[in-house]
C-alpha cells in the first residue's frame, strides 16, 4: 500500500510538477564536485544543516557539562573535586588535606560560559540553523537558498565563533566571568576581574563573528521564503515550521544588529578609553578617568536583542512542535491561522517588552508600567498556542513515538515556564523575585529546557530526513522520559528557593544561615542534574549509532506527512528534487480528511479532488 | 547562483532583495547608536560643539558621487561606454575622497578639543561617523568589483551585469542617504 502510494506520489510530480530546467544545467554542481566541497566547504542547504547541527551538539555537551560541574559545588561544596583535576588544571584548589575545590572565578566563568554557549551557540544556532536549513527549501520546493555561499558562510562564521570562545576556554586567566549578559563594568574593564582582560576580548569577538553568521543565515531565510517558494505554495499554504523559521529570521534580523551596536560601543569603552558605559568608577581605591557614561545604556542595548533573542530561541521550537504534533496527532493543526496570527503578534511584542530585565536596574516605574502590561499580553497569543496544540490533540489518533512525547513534553514545560512568567512579567513582584532562583527555574523551563524539547522532537522527526536512518525509539523514549522527568526535579524545586529569596549566581551560600536548610534541596537538584546529563548522553550516542548503523529509511514519507520534503529521494541529491518541482495545491494539513480512504493524509502537491471545495489554504 | 536564475518567478532578483533585507538590520544598527546618542544626551553633562565645516564639505562629495553613479549606471544601460566608464572612475575617487575628508574632519574636531576619550557627545560622534565609514569602505569594496567588470570584461548590456550593477548603485545610494540622516541628526540634536 505505502510503496503504491509513493509511486503514485512520483508520477504526480513528473506529470504536472513544475519545470525550471534545473537540471539542463550543470554548473550548479560544480560546487560539489571533491569530498572538500561537499561535505566541508559545502554549499549544499541539506549539509550545512547538519554541520549546524552537529556543532550544536558538540556546544550543548561543553555547556551542560559545565553547569555540572558548577551544580556539584552548589549541591556538595564539601565534597573533594581532586578528581576533576585533570580537566580543569588550576582551576581546582587543593589544600593540605587532599580536599580539592572549585576556584570562585572559575564558578563565575563557568556559569558565564553556560549561559552564553547554551543560549547562542546552542539553542540559537543549533536549533535554529538546523532546522531552518534544513527545512525551509524542503519544505518551500526550492532547489537550495537563495544564496548558497552565503549560507555556506553563515555556517563558517559560527564556526569561527565557535572556535574563539572554544579558545577561550583555555587562557590563563580564564574566560569572561561577569555573567553572559555581559553589563559593564565587569565586561567594560580590563583590570575589573580575571576574566574580564583576554577573556572578555575574546567573548565579544567571537560573539560579533556569531551575529554576523546570524545576520548572514536570517538575510537568505528570508530572502527563500519570499522568493524562491515553488509554483502554488502561497504563504498561506506554508507549513507552521517555515512561518515561524521566517518570523524568526525577521526578528533576528532587526535586533542583532543592535546587540552590535552595543557591542561596538563596548569595544571603545575597553580599548580606546571612551566611556559610553563607564562612569566614576574606583578599582583598588584609584579613580578612573571615564567619566560621563551610563551602564543602564548598555542594559537597554543588550536587552533589546535580549528579550527578542528568547523568542528567536522558543519561536522554532514552536514550529516544529506544531509540525511534529500534526503529524503524529493524524489530524490538521487546530487553528493554523491563529498559530501564524500569534507568531506574529509574539514577535512584534517581543520588541517592546525589553525593559521587564531591568525592572530593579533603576528604569522610571512609571515606564515600568507600560513594559508590565506589553508582557503580560503576550501571555494571550502565547495561551491561543497552547490552546490549539491541546485542541490538536484532542481526539486525534495518536501515535506516542518519540518525536510526539517530545512534541507534548515541550507544551507540558511551556506551560509551567510561562505561569511563572506572569508573576516576574510584574514590576512589584520582581521586587522581590529578581536575581533569585525563582528567575532561573522560569527561564530554564520555559526556554531552556522547552526549547530543547522542540529541538529533540524536530531532530528525532527529521533524522531520518538527514541521515536516511531512523533512530532507536526504546532509548529515544527513555532518553525522553529521564529528560521529562529529570528537567522538572531540577527546576521545580528551584521556585521555592527563589521564593525563600535564595540569590542566584552565589558560589557559597556558607554565610547565610537564612538559606542553610536549603542544603538537601540543592543536593537533589545536583544529582538529578547528573542524571538528566547522563541522559543525554544517551540522546547522543543513540545520534551518533544511528547515523551509520541506525534502521535504514526504505520509503520516501516515513510518517506519512504531507509536507514536500518527503518527496524527495531518501538520499538527498544537490537541487532536492531528481526532475521537475512538485506544485503545491493544498494547505500542509489536510490529515484524516477524507473517512472513507485508508490513507488518512494528503500531501501538498496532490490536486484537488472533484468534490473537494477549492479553499483559501 | 544557478538556482536563483531559474528558480524566479517574482519580479525582484533576490540577490536585491537579500540586500534590502541586510539594509534594513544595518538601519537597525545605527537606529540603535542614534537612539543611544538621544538617550544619553538627554541625561544631561553633554558638551555643544560647532561642527567642523569639513564635513558640510564631506556631505556634498557623498552626495555627488551618488549622482555621479547613477550616471554610470544610466550611461551603462543607454549603452555609452565612455560615459559609464568614466563616471564609474569618478564615483570611485569620490567614494575615496570622502573617507580621507572623513578622517580629515576627525582631525579638525580633535584640534578644537573634542577628543574621542572625552566628553560622550564627541565619543559619540566619532564611534557613529566611523562606524559609518566603515560601511563606506565596504561600497568603496564593491566600487573596486565593478570597475573590474567594467575594465575587464568585455563591453556588453546584458541582464546580468545591470543587476550586478544595480547591487552596488543601491548599496552606495544606502550608506549617502545614510550618512545625510546621521549628520542631519547629529546637527538637529545640537
Redesign the interface.
Known sequence: MASQVAVEQDAIIREEGYD???HE?H??DKYQSNFITTYIFSQDHKIIARQFLITGIFWAIVGSAMSIIFRMQLGFPEESLAWLKPILGKWITISADGVGTLAPEFYYALVTMHGTIIVFFVLTAGLSGTFSNLLIPLQLG???M?????NMLSYWFFFLASIVMFFSLFLNTGPFSGGWTAYPPLSALPQASTGSGAGMTLWIVSLVFFVVSV?LG???Y???V???RT?GMSLWRMPLTIWAFFITAIIG??????L???F??LM?DRG?????FLSEIYIAGEAL??V???PI?YQ??FW?LGHPEVYIIILPAMGIVSEVMSVHARKPIFGYRAMVYSILAIAFLSFIVWAHHMFMAGVNPFISNFFVIFTLIIAVPSAVKVFNWISTLYKGNLRLNTPMLFAIGFVSMFISGGLTGIFLGNSAIDIVMHDTYFVVAHFHIVMGVAAFFGMFAGVYNWFPKMFGRFMNETLGKIHFWMTMIGAYAIFWPMHYLGMAGVPRRYYSFDTFDAFSHFDGTNKFITIAAIITFGAQLLFVVNFFYSIWYGKKMTTKNPWQSTTLEWTTPIKGIH?NWPGK?PVVHRWAYDYSKDETSDVDFIPQHHPLTENEVRTEH | MSQVEYQRRNKIHPHKFALWVAMASIIMMFAALTSAYLVRQAAGNWLEYRMPGLFYINTAVILLSSFTLHGAYLGFKAGKELLYKVLLVISFILGIAFVVLQYYGWMALYDIGIYLTGNPSGAFFYMISGLHAVHVLGGIAALVVALIHAFVLKFKVTRKRKNRFQLVLHYWHFVDVLWIYLFVFVLLQH
Open positions: 525550471d530546467h534545473f544545467h554548473h550548479g526550492a532547489r537550495d537563495a544564496s548558497p555561499f552565503l545576520l536570517g538575510i537568505n528570508i530572502t527563500t519570499l522568493n524562491l509554483k534580523l532587526l535586533s542583532f544588529p543592535v552590535a551596536s552595543g561596538f560601543l571603545f580606546l578609553g571612551t566611556s559610553f578617568p571615564q560621563g557614561g551610563s545604556l537597554h542595548l533589546f537541487g518541482l
